[in-house]
């Protein structure tokens, strides 16, 4: 069974919690202006490679493709995504900021769900 985002985002927001703040290892939530500006996708950069999930309409994240992305030359495939993201992740917001600033995202609300 499919879990719907709000879920999802409350998973993962349970597990963050759970570790705790890592040196080296930072989550945001995409800046409100931005949520019609770019397509669903997940891309988690290590360095020169990157891991691209492009979510498809219709289709579960599990069920969407992966792209293992290397840098290999400038200018290429990489190189987009990783500036699609630097460019997302520069204007999001710190997961545990302050509790306005993390309802931004969702229409100020608290109540487990996602609102556009």
């Known amino acids: 069974m499919a879990l719907s985002v709000s879920t999802r985002i409350r ?4 597990h963050l919690a759970k570790i705790g703040r890592h040196e080296g290892l930072e989550t945001r939530f995409s800046a409100p202006d931005d949520a019609a500006n770019h397509v669903s996708l997940s891309v988690f950069r290590f360095d020169r490679e990157a891991l691209v999930t492009p979510h498809l309409a219709r289709v579960v994240g599990h069920d969407s493709p992966l792209l293992h992305l290397r840098k290999s030359a400038e200018g290429g495939m990489f190189d987009r995504f990783a500036e ?3 460019e997302l992740w520069s204007r999001g917001l710190p997961i545990g900021a302050s509790v306005a600033e ?3 995202p969702y229409g100020g609300a608290r109540d487990g769900q996602a609102h556009p």
């Open 11 to 14: 998973i993962i927001l349970e």
């Open 84 to 86: 699609h993201a630097e």
């Open 102 to 104: 993390q309802d931004a």
